[in-house]
């Protein structure tokens, strides 16, 4: 995520759609959209989720434009509506519980979104079979977070922001966001135990 000014581009963009073209805003998202879709994929934890919510985030940016103070990198702006759509989708997930019933392929990667292709070299089952354990480890030790836990988490140690603008995003005061990213750790160290020889 950039942390600076916003380039000219992106200023020159948002003039437009806020004089009324509407196709300027494509500009917006052609720059974000994958920075986005990664930081909403770290919260929500599976593809369809993440692009609903990118979508979702992208266009209340859209309606909310006027009352862009660009004062700040469009990109910081967008990546804190992001999370929080995010946040709210996971929430209303967790409330349906009709959502969790199993899903046919359901098999959600938590490897920032990379689309990987398959390795020339097969792989043995019995490494397979251990990839596939420890990635469902991994998922649901990362389901035992509610979602300020998760998203503190995700963006001090995926993403590599300060407790700060941590904060900033979450709204809340620097030391809840502090408290938030540690509660998280101590829960997925004991989550991960089973794997402390491996994936830490």
């Known amino acids: ?49 993440a692009e609903e919510a990118a979508q979702e985030a992208f266009l209340r940016a859209y309606n909310k434009l006027p009352g862009f103070r660009q004062d700040s990198a469009f990109s910081t702006w967008i990546t804190r509506i992001a999370m929080n759509t995010a946040i709210n989708l996971v929430e209303r997930r967790n409330r349906d519980l009709s959502y969790h019933a199993p899903r046919i392929a359901d098999e959600p990667s938590l490897d920032g979104g990379v689309v990987t292709v398959a390795a ?19 998922r649901a030790a990362l ?5 300020m836990e998760r998203t ?3 963006l001090r140690h995926m993403e590599d922001l300060p407790i700060a603008e941590i904060a900033a995003a979450l709204n809340v005061p620097a030391n809840s966001a502090k408290q938030a990213v540690f509660r998280a750790v101590g829960k997925l160290r004991r989550s991960l135990a089973p794997l402390a020889g491996g994936v830490q």
């Open 1 to 49: 995520m950039s942390k600076g000014r916003m380039d000219k581009a992106e200023t020159e963009a948002i003039r437009k759609v806020l004089a009324g073209d509407r196709d300027a805003y494509r500009v917006l998202m052609d720059h974000h959209f994958c920075s986005v879709y990664r930081v909403a994929f770290r919260i929500t934890g599976n593809e369809a989720d």
């Open 120 to 138: 020339a070299k097969a792989q043995s089952p019995e490494s397979v079979l251990l990839d596939s354990e420890a990635a469902s480890l991994r």
């Open 143 to 147: 389901d035992t977070l509610t979602p």
């Open 152 to 154: 503190a988490f995700t």
